[in-house]
């Protein structure tokens, strides 16, 4: 007689790096720390033993050795022992029982008949393992019939079918059953999903019904036991032996249930499976809120069986949003002794949870608390009352709250207190469309938290450092766009990111923007209704949407397109239509299309939707026609109206047309392409156009990859674009350009001529500088003409340096740009001191300048206010995000009148020219007055020559040649005087400083007598005449 017994020995072994591993039998798990091991004991009597005779053998062994799978010998001690099931065997009868809380395994089950808990009268004693522990397992099921009402007789189907399974307890039907009935079965084992499977397969076809279940206790799930810190990072694992089709997860709460997609908050992983478990799906969820508690679902779907687990994770919660503010808004300290203090009433305001926490507000190091109470079914509020200094002193006034949770987790927010001082300026309280606006210290923002009726949100106003009122900015949304802000919000956090949802957004989205009220154009629901479409547009990189949330989509963005956007400030508007294009860019891209049509599209009055997956693409959009050849992939492009004159354009002095094409590529491989449209646009006479694309990254327009292939004169009824690149392209207009090879040839001969006579003239003044400069009115004109040299020098070699900058990197473009425009606005200056200077000669007469006065004026206005001017226009332009200069040009920008960074040169410079031009008015009067005694021919025709003397020696070093410029401006290319005027200007600017050297040496008699007398070499003196200009108008002193 033989007794076999199955034994569960729980041993501690002694081996280094060796993990524990956790087995189903969750009884013996969580009285055994240790590794876990079934053995066969075999006893050989001639009587019957009971097996807890036999295991108590066992309890005189302390220690084993056992060999592992490598071979090698460990020594173990038993921890704990236990008997799985029990064998007899007489001759050839043999008995097999499962001990209690076992269950015989399904390879006996489904190969012995040995099933359930009942005795085993087959030999499977050699079977490992004979018995499992039970574990509760549980098949949720709906049964939806092809025809007819649920009978009972159906009830006994399910169940004759069911009890096939191995551990069968029981089947119940839920609910009240008619056309679909849902159903229960308990297990206490689990089984292969093909065995259910095939179960299913066989009631469907009998019941004529479509069964679709679930089960409980088949999955493993590892997830945080105890309550997760705010903030950190939790993940959840689900495990499951089988390989299975699909896998994912859910998390609900009370009232809402959400499926689980990747998102910036959630990261789905499904990389983690191992040879024991086949199957595997994590969620990490980065940063969590308490609205992140509840309870996770798991599941993996194989046919139509879906095994799944839950677990709750729980979080110590601290307030999402913390809300400040204050009554008054500003504290009021113009009538209260430095000493005194004046009360102000703070209101704390978070979501309302059933979370309890310790509360604190702070006050200058002052600390005390405040009793919560019930703001609405939502809030929940803290209020107190805080005694604002009436000290006056350089830091903000500030009141802090801290929240701090049960595990000692604390947020802090804060609000700054305007405070108006005795004997400060400020902006006087006043009323605004029926809105009351409270007195505000100068430089301070008055924040109101109040809205209309339907609106959420806040509204600022500032009281600017002129102590007068700014414009009040809206930030007030309309209730139900805020909701879809909010749905957007959690979609790209990945919580309930389905296409569904996403579609639910667009229509939403939809129908708010198709309002036509009073508030249509409101710039806080645009700005909001943009923000909504950038977020689905990064979270469309995550989760896959299709076609059918295009419709909606597409409309929702045309409506926008409606507005007027005219509320706002340029920076905003530039800001905002940048996002909206790329957000749209971005969705058209990301949302996935049916390939099998060939061509379809989506039209609405603003936004002209089409694609193309053939090989030979042409579509058309609001009548610009886009061609590609391409091998494969979806081409999809769509064309946008009423937002090129929302973007910004700086580019070269153009402006924009009416139409914006976006072409963007899906699943495509093709490493070279190039697209072709021809915009239905059409260039006037004086105009060229220019192909361009939208950067991204500089928020303006570029021509990089794109050129003209034809325009006005080949194809006039419109303008075709080749680029080797796509994103999205328009059509700019720039005025004619009259450039041509030999007005480039003038400029850089006389540049460089220019640069040779300004050395020339520099060393000329440095050799005769002694000599001429001995009278003080002298000093003034010699140090007036070595800057105005010197700077024109600078600016030349500059301006040279640049000629390609194509070829420079954007540090050099940039050093370049500032050099230009600081050394020539200096020269300038100086030339408007020179002619400063002469006017005062000739107006008082018998007050010269002091030496001191005029070299502290002239360096004032030479030296500091260029720097001045440059700095500020540099760093203005930086701190304000607008591009200073082009890279293209090397030169400042310009976009319109009065807007780029040109105007900082031009401004000065024509102020300065109408000064210079008023002093050789100035000058010539003089002349005019001065001949009226004398009424001789002689005399007249003296007067005339002196007349054009002082208009060809001072108009060059007085900078009159530069207001030809005005005349380019003045006049379209088309003109017929523009050539005239573009060569003048160019010539007689390009050899400004040949004019220099002929004015300041030609025309310099005492400057050419000292040079002869260098390059003679001679020792002794000549009499010299006066300067021309000297003997006309002054008399030196």
Sequence with gaps: MTSNINTALCISVKMPNVKQNKQENQRVIQSCSKDYYISELMVESNVTLDAQTILSVLSNITTLSVRDSNGATHEVTFVHTESVAECLLVGVETTCNCSAGYIWSNFVCYNHNCCRETPCNSNVSFITPLCVAKVPIYINGSVTLSSGSWLTANTETLTDKFEQLNGFESLNITGTPGVAADFEVGLSIKFETSTLQDILNTLQTVLMAYIRVDTKGMVRIDHPETKVCYHSVPTLTCTFEESTVESGWNMSTTFERFELNNGSVVTLNQACATPEFKSCVAVELEKVTGAWEGTYECGFTSGSVRHTATAYLSVARLPDTILLTTDPITGDCSSVDSAGSINVKVTTSIPKTNNTYRFEWTYNGVKDTAQPEDADKDTTRYIFDVPISCMKVPDPQIVSVTFTNDIDQSKTASVTIPVIYEGEAFCAGE??????????????????????????????????????????????????????????????????????????????????????????????????????????????????????????????????????????????????????????????????????????????????????????????????????????????????????????????????????????????????????????????????????????????????????????????????????????????????????????????????????????????????????????????????????????????????????????????????????????????????????????????????????????????????????????????????????????????????????????????????????????????????KSSKNDTSKTDEKDTAKSIIKVILVLAPVFGVTWSIGFCLVVFNSAHPAYPFFNYTFTIVNSFQGLFVLLTGFMAEQKVKDEMFKIVKGKNGTSDSTKNLTSTMYTKDK
Excluded at 517 to 532: F, M, R, Y
Excluded at 713 to 724: A, D, E, L, M, P
Excluded at 900 to 921: D, Y
Aim: hydrophobic share 45%; with cysteine.
């Design 431 to 928: 009323v605004v469309n029926a809105e009351t606006w409270p007195k505000t210290p100068k430089g301070d923002t008055a924040v109101k938290h109040t809205c209309p009726a339907g609106r959420v949100g806040y509204r600022t106003r500032t009281c600017e450092t002129n102590s007068v009122w700014g414009a009040v900015f809206d930030h007030c949304v309309n209730e139900e766009l805020n909701k879809i802000s909010n749905a957007a919000d959690s979609f790209l956090k990945g919580m309930g990111a389905t296409e569904e949802v996403a579609l639910d957004i667009f229509s939403s989205l939809e129908n708010n923007t198709e309002s036509a009220g009073a508030d249509s154009d409101n710039i806080a629901d645009l700005t909001a209704s943009v923000k909504v479409l950038d977020i689905m547009a990064q979270a469309s990189r995550n989760v896959a949407l299709g076609e059918k949330v295009l419709p909606s989509m597409v409309t929702a963005c045309s409506n926008m397109l409606n507005k007027t956007w005219t509320k706002v400030n340029d920076t905003v508007l530039h800001n905002m239509s940048a996002n909206y294009l790329e957000s749209l860019e971005n969705l058209v891209h990301n949302i996935g299309v049916n390939t099998s049509k060939n061509s379809t599209d989506f039209n609405t009055p603003n936004i002209d939707l089409k694609y193309c997956a053939g090989s030979d693409c042409r579509v058309q959009v609001f009548g610009a026609a886009v061609k590609m050849n391409k091998s494969d992939g979806i081409m999809k492009t769509v064309g946008v109206k009423n937002l090129m004159q929302k973007l910004r354009n700086t580019f070269k002095g153009t402006t924009s047309t009416d139409l914006i094409v976006s072409t963007t590529l899906q699943y495509n491989s093709d490493k070279n392409l190039y697209i072709e449209m021809d915009f239905p646009v059409k260039a006037e006479e004086d105009q060229k156009a220019v192909c361009a694309f939208w950067d991204t990254v500089k928020d303006n327009f570029d021509d990089k990859g794109c050129e003209l292939k034809s325009a006005v004169g080949q194809n006039r009824s419109g303008v075709t674009c080749v680029c080797n690149h796509l994103t999205s392209f328009s059509v700019l207009m720039s005025r004619g350009d009259v450039s041509n090879p030999v007005l480039d040839v003038i400029t850089y001969v006389g540049l460089g001529v220019s640069v040779v006579c300004l050395v020339l003239f520099l060393i000329i003044e440095y050799l005769v500088w002694g000599a001429v400069v001995k009278t003080k009115l002298s000093h003034y004109r010699h140090t007036a003409m070595v800057n105005i040299a010197f700077f024109l020098l600078l600016a030349d070699i500059s301006f040279l340096a640049s000629i390609e900058p194509s070829k420079l990197s954007e540090s050099t473009c940039l050093a370049l740009t500032v050099c230009k425009h600081l050394f020539f606005l200096a020269k300038f200056c100086w030339m408007f001191c020179l002619s400063a200077m002469l006017v005062h000669q000739l107006i008082f007469v018998f007050n010269p300048l002091r030496k001191k006065v005029f070299m502290y004026l002239s360096s004032i206005v030479g030296y500091i206010v260029p720097i001045l001017i440059v700095g500020s226009t540099y760093v203005y332009y930086k701190y304000t995000n607008k591009p200073y200069y082009e890279p293209k040009l090397c030169w400042l920008t310009y976009e319109r009148l009065l807007v780029g960074s040109l105007h900082a040169f031009l401004l000065p410079i024509g102020t300065i020219l109408l000064a210079n031009i008023f002093s050789m008015g100035v000058v010539i009067m003089t002349l005019l």
